[in-house]
């Protein structure tokens, strides 16, 4: 099972609005609504930010939002803030009963 | 609260066996299932597995299949992951996730132990 394709970094300025892109097939991404996004700060354990491709877990702020189109997943951040610079991953069911990650996206806010 | 507390750094010969236990409270522990995920140093996450904490029904990554069992014992609420033969390139931060789903490794992680740092070197 190949990884999910993330852009490997993104960029914005406090206040502004990012968004990352997460691309897999028709036998993950596409093919489910499954999908979840993760916020990891080095060392420390991976956030789970979004489910169901668009749901927010009680707590998560709602500058976090997430959609689907075909194969391809999206995260949305508004209102960038410092405490927002940290590796985002994407994770999608697989039809073959597995998980699969993305590749990974390094936000540096500026 | 929900709470998931990993074993301690380790480190291990290539072709020993490396084993990470994950002990969990705060919750009822067979409604739920565990992912196993990892990080080499200066790597994505990488998914290893999942387990069912009800009836212990496994499903493993291909890369990963032949070399990896995960079990659970619901005596103590505690998930466990075994590696065998590890080689160099084991060498990574080894993570417990609790799953939603007890049937299948559909769904998120939503609460995850702090990760257990695993050295596979002679």
């Known amino acids: 099972q190949s990884a999910l394709t993330q852009p490997a970094s993104v960029s914005g300025s406090p206040g502004q609005s990012i968004t990352i892109s997460c691309t897999g097939t028709?036998?993950?991404?596409?093919?489910?609504?499954?999908v979840s996004w993760y916020q990891h700060h080095p060392g420390k354990a991976p956030k789970l930010l979004i489910y169901d491709v668009y749901k927010r877990p009680s707590g998560v702020s709602n500058r976090f939002s997430a959609s689907k189109s075909g194969n391809t997943a999206s995260l949305t951040i508004s209102g960038l803030q410092a405490d927002d610079e940290a590796d985002y991953y994407c994770?999608?069911?697989?039809?073959?009963?597995?998980?699969?990650f993305g590749g990974g996206t390094k936000l540096t806010v500026l | 609260q929900v709470q998931l507390v990993q074993s301690g750094a380790a480190v291990t010969k290539p072709g020993a066996s490396l084993r990470v236990s994950c002990k969990t409270s705060?919750?009822?522990?067979?409604?739920?299932?565990f992912s196993w995920v990892r990080q080499a140093p200066g790597q994505g996450l990488q998914w290893v597995g999942w387990i069912s904490a009800y009836n212990g029904n496994t499903n493993y990554a291909l890369s990963f299949q032949g070399r990896v069992t995960m079990t659970t014992d619901t005596s103590t609420n505690t998930a466990y992951l075994e590696l065998r033969s590890p080689r160099a390139d084991d060498t990574a931060v080894y993570y417990c996730?609790?799953?939603?789903?007890?049937?299948?490794?559909?769904?998120?992680?939503?609460?995850w132990g702090q990760g257990t740092l695993v050295t596979v070197s002679s």
């Open positions: 996730a609790r799953a939603p789903s007890p049937a299948a490794a559909v769904g998120p992680a939503d609460y």
């Open positions: 705060g919750y009822t522990f067979t409604n739920y299932g």
């Open positions: 994770s999608s069911y697989t039809g073959s009963s597995t998980l699969v």
């Open positions: 028709s036998s993950d991404v596409g093919g489910y609504n499954f």
